[in-house]
């Protein structure tokens, strides 16, 4: 066996990208281009090399071939002797080995712009002759600003890690409700607590791909947009063979297709939207109502992902009930239906729109993903644009983990004042305190990549209607039609 060849499978490759590596690690190139009498350990020349289209790697041939305009739109990448890396033709997911390597950052790390306490006066510069009183003065004044300076960076390098690394624990029992108790402001409160926040938009006067110049007219914009692309919240009445029941079935399963495919989250919110607009205006059998969200997805993929699934896949996934042509003719049927109109304004832009108030925090967010896709899931947020909806879910996301009070810098980016977030929030938690309707959907926050988000939230929920009662009071009983 070639020397090069053996050098390969006893090394472990790290980062490639990594600038600061030490000279001595061996990569394919520089193992290829040591001679016939050259070993592999020896200290590699610094030598000028050479790029090759293939690679050779434990006797796998691995060709990166042009992709041809209009050709494969297939996911997948075609790999010839690596049979152990597409066992069952699942997509290699990037957590282990090689791969998960070097993807992991290179150690640059961003400067802190947390501003630090003013650096203490020396008190060692020789200044003129001056009365003794003064100088005692200006020392004792100098002397407390030294350690708060040490102290203030101590609590950066110390409090940042724990705050990443802490999980979601059991939450107390007595979080801050007051706020959904307080009596309603008066429009002059309400315009105080807009008025009064902190732009963080200045911070993004340098990075064009935030375009801070114009976000603010963007978002007003898909704040009107929204109204006009909601669905009839009552559009089931005019079906005859559908319920709300299997709507929601309908889009669990989706929901499991859509994790399945690892699609966008844009995807799946742009894909019940199509439902929803194709069901306000065209009744649709029973038999069929699968073939709709099978081509909702398939519509929303094409428009949202940058390689979305063939057609023989979401065939498949429907297990053959539906043939390709029969697909192919109801998008260009659902797509007439709704005037070739797609411009819907995700939730999931409002809920990052939000998260810049909330520092990014990622437990907020992961928890506020969750309690976004229950609008989804139960009609009855069909009623509610999707900033709504997106306020709401951070709210109580805040309100579980004890991020505290809804101040005037969140309600700015969110646009929604608490008072306005209150229907929407007794509607989550109406739910999250029921029974477990969708188990694909809470099978799939309840592990650890999303921090067990949907145990955490309906544990909290059934504490919260223990304690309080159900927000909602029994006031708007749900359709029979669910």
Do not use: C, N
């Given at each position: 066996m070639p020397p090069a060849v053996r050098a390969t499978r006893q090394r472990t490759v790290t980062n490639e990208n990594d600038e600061n590596a030490g000279p001595t690690r061996m990569t394919r190139a520089k193992a290829a281009g040591l001679g016939a009498t050259e070993h592999a350990g020896d200290v590699p020349k610094k030598t000028l090399a050479t790029k090759k289209s293939t690679a050779t790697l434990n006797g796998a041939t691995r060709t990166r071939t042009t992709r041809a305009a209009l050709g494969d739109v297939s996911n997948t990448m075609k790999v010839e002797g690596l049979a152990a890396g597409?066992?069952?033709?699942?997509?290699?997911?990037?957590?282990?080995?090689?791969?998960a390597k070097a993807a992991r950052p290179t150690g640059v790390t961003k400067a802190s712009t947390t501003t630090k306490a003013p650096a203490p006066k020396s008190t060692n510069n020789k200044r003129p002759a001056a009365a003794a009183a003064a100088k005692n003065e200006i020392a004792k004044k100098a002397k407390p600003?030294?350690?708060?300076e040490q102290d203030t960076e101590e609590e950066e390098e110390n409090v940042v890690p724990k705050e990443e690394e802490k999980p979601i624990k059991q939450m107390k029992k007595e979080p801050k409700i007051e706020s959904l108790e307080e009596a309603p402001r008066t429009k002059e409160e309400i315009v105080e607590v807009f008025d009064d926040f902190i732009d963080l938009d200045k911070e993004d006067v340098d990075d064009p791909l935030m375009v801070s110049e114009y976000v603010v007219e963007i978002f007003e914009y898909l704040k009107e947009l929204e109204i006009a692309t909601m669905a009839n919240p009552d559009y089931m009445e005019s079906q005859t063979e559908?319920?709300?029941?299997?709507?929601?079935?309908?889009?669990?399963?989706?929901?499991?297709?859509?994790?399945?495919?690892?699609?966008?989250p844009e995807t799946l919110f742009l894909a019940v939207n199509i439902i929803d607009r194709f069901l306000s205006s065209k009744i649709v059998q029973l038999d069929r109502l699968q073939l709709v969200g099978v081509t909702a997805m398939f519509i929303a993929s094409k428009y949202e992902e940058v390689l979305s699934p063939h057609v023989q896949n979401f065939r498949h996934v429907a297990d053959d009930g539906f043939t390709e042509e029969e697909i192919l003719s109801a998008e260009r049927f659902v797509l007439t239906a709704l005037n070739y109109d797609l411009s819907y304004p995700n939730p999931m832009n409002f809920l990052r729109r939000i998260s810049k108030a909330d520092n990014y925090d990622i437990q907020t967010r992961t928890l506020g993903?969750?309690?976004?896709e229950i609008g989804c899931l139960d009609h009855r947020f069909l009623a509610h644009p999707p900033s709504q909806v997106a306020a709401a879910a951070m709210y109580l996301?805040?309100?579980?983990?004890?991020?505290?009070?809804?101040?005037?810098?969140l309600a700015h980016y969110s646009g929604y004042s608490e008072e306005e977030i209150?229907?929407?929030?007794?509607?989550?938690?109406?739910?999250?305190?029921?029974?477990?309707?969708?188990e694909a959907f809470f099978k799939k926050y309840a592990s650890k990549k999303f921090l067990k988000a949907s145990i955490v939230l309906r544990k909290w929920a059934k504490e919260y209607v223990i304690e309080y009662g159900n927000p909602l009071q029994?006031?708007?009983?749900?359709?029979?039609k669910r």
């Open positions: 597409a066992k069952d033709g699942k997509k290699p997911a990037a957590t282990k080995g090689a791969v600003a030294a350690p708060v559908l319920e709300w029941k299997m709507r929601g079935i309908l889009v669990d399963w989706l929901l499991e297709v859509h994790t399945r495919f690892r699609l966008l993903k969750y309690l976004l996301a805040r309100l579980v983990l004890e991020r505290g009070p809804w101040d005037s810098t209150q229907p929407v929030l007794h509607l989550m938690i109406d739910y999250l305190s029921g029974p477990v309707l969708h029994e006031e708007q009983p749900r359709s029979s």
